[in-house]
């Protein structure tokens, strides 16, 4: 099992912006020394959910401190972005850093970005679906011309080409049911997640779905990597763990219920399946009923091993991503769960599913 650490930037607690920059670019820096294999920067706009707007920029300077850890996106929002632009970002990080880059893409799922770049949230799969299409074609054709909805180029050479061939790896989005499928048929990676009640059974039929797409597609069944988000933090003792890390969890989802809210009379947003579910969920949920199930894993060691490795196996994945420093959790308290899910728990994990 790989092991990654996803990063928000957010800030709940008063610090100021250039706190919240310098705090969550040591860890994603000490990362490596840890033993992690990624990290991954996600991002968001107009809000403290979380201040990394440009996630390049803060790839590039990991990058430039760094020699062996991978760059992750987590994700980038494509519709809010040029494609061509996106793919020179991208092609130039990859070549600075020596083929770390992972290229994580989503829609994004929230109303206040979606209004605050003046789009319409219905269109994003069509906007998704077109931006991967040109920044597929910038990576991997000499020239090419683009006649689309949103997007036109008449003969235009892209330059650079990123270092990894044909293409870094692009890692999707999996919220909805469909997205599986799309992933697979285009050959992409998962990036799915049990923050918004993705339950083993839902992990397992949207797998299926996924194996189903890459043959489909003439691709081998069962290729492609399967990264699963999870909230994760041990400690010494139980107590100790669930006491620090509770109070951030509630303010997460508290906080995303806010950010996700659809105006009055209005369901859910045309093209996002489960999009109201995750919603109402992240509204009602409390830390001391997430921890008995699989969205956050909170203890001292052992137990954190013993449903880490049971949940891989009932989800089906191979790459871990951590969700250790939420709710503006002090860098001390993050670095010493880092320690202990780098040096002691991820190993063990590894050699029980061994």
Known sequence: MKLGMLHLFENPVDYTEQEVVTNQMEL???????????????????SEYGYCASP???????????????????????????PVRLAEDFAFLDLMSNGRIDFGVG???????YKGFGL???????????SMEVIHRCWT??????????YQFDDICVRPKPLQ????????????????????????????????????????????DYRRGRAEAGLDPQGGKISCLVMVYPGKTREEARNTFGPRVNWYYKTIAKYVALPKGQDDIEGYEGYGAARDLAASVEFDNLVNGPSVICGEPEHCIEKLTNQAQEFGFNELLCWTRIGGLENSKVLSAMELLGTDIIPAVRKASA
């Open 141 to 150: 054709e000499e020239r090419f011309s683009h006649q689309g909805k949103y």
């Open 56 to 82: 390049q920029v803060s790839l590039a300077a990991v990058a430039a401190r760094t020699s062996t850890i991978r760059l992750g996106t987590g994700v980038v929002i494509l519709p809010f972005h040029h």
């Open 107 to 113: 829609r994004g799922y929230q109303p206040i970005e």
């Open 120 to 130: 319409d949230q219905s269109q994003s799969r069509e906007m998704f679906n077109e």
């Open 28 to 46: 994603m820096v000490e990362a490596e020394r840890l033993g992690y294999d990624s990290v991954w920067a996600a991002e968001h706009h107009f």
């Open 165 to 208: 061939r044909p293409h870094p790896p692009v890692y999707m989005a999996c919220l909805s049911p469909t997205t599986f499928e799309t992933a697979g048929r285009l050959g992409y990676d998962v990036l799915m997640s049990t923050v918004f009640g993705l339950t083993a059974e839902g992990a397992q039929q949207g797998i299926a």
